[in-house]
């Protein structure tokens, strides 16, 4: 299976990340990959407008964009975008809350994952204007059930276990993820630490980093730090972007995640111990 991680920098106006990826989708198609990803957020960066006045459901601009890309090209595409939700009042101000969704759409499937874990940190709380979802979702390609998580969702090991007990051997994970010193750090960490936990590979599409040739490694606020990252099941990276724009094309071999399952059964050791 080949995948490719779309790592760039969305802006404010859907329409026109709309036509920035369509080109990136192209030439990943003609690179082979067949499973693309693209960042957290590829409809509409974070900080740059309100989420409510661009979102939209799956069937439309945005989505169905690229699901006519994808049913041209006969590849499965995973993007980050927003869905309408509810009300929340804040400091008694009402404010419209959107889903954090990555749409995946190809091959007959076109659905999405809603973020379960919103980014209630470091003096910033998501799920003001973000609301939770509450289901994890898998999809089938190319015969090989493919789990899907969300940025933050990273440091929830519970969640990418649950994936690969459902049959994952590939979690996607689109990513906003901030810069800062040690970010980058981190990533490196909880990439590697959930594929070795869950005996799965991870592909993680980040957002680019706005002004990487001067700002690397200081805080970005909302939007990305690049270092999008295809990692196997034994922890190893197996490719790695750097802080600007970029595409990866990565060969797997999805049966690899059964031979690390058979060399470190944890799941089997963990429902052993809960006997106890």
Known sequence: MKIALLQFASGSDKMENLAAIEPLVRDAAAQGATLIVLPEAASQAFGQGRLD??????????????????????VTIV????????????????????????????????K?????????????????TVRAGGELVTFVHDGVTVGVATCFDIRFPEQFQQLAQRGAKVVVVPTSWA?????????HILTAARALDAGVFIAA???????????AGEPSGPTGAGHSVVVD????????????PETLVVEIDPTDADEARKQLPLEAIRQHSAMR
Do not use: C
Not at 205 to 215: G, I, L, N, T, V
Not at 233 to 244: M, S
């Open 53 to 74: 006045t661009q979102a939209e459901e799956l069937d439309g601009p945005f989505a169905t964009g690229l699901k006519k890309l994808s049913d041209e090209l006969r």
């Open 79 to 110: 993007a980050g975008m927003f869905r309408p939700a509810d009300t929340n009042t804040v400091d008694g101000k009402e404010l419209n809350r959107v889903y954090n969704t990555a749409l995946i759409t190809g091959g007959g499937v076109h």
């Open 112 to 128: 999405g994952y809603d973020k379960i874990h919103t980014y209630d940190a470091f003096n910033y709380k998501e799920s003001d």
């Open 179 to 187: 810069d800062g010193p040690g970010k980058v750090g981190q990533w």
């Open 205 to 215: 599409a980040d957002q680019a980093r706005p002004d990487f040739e001067a700002k």
């Open 233 to 244: 099941p034994f922890g190893t990276r197996l490719a790695e972007a750097g802080y600007g």
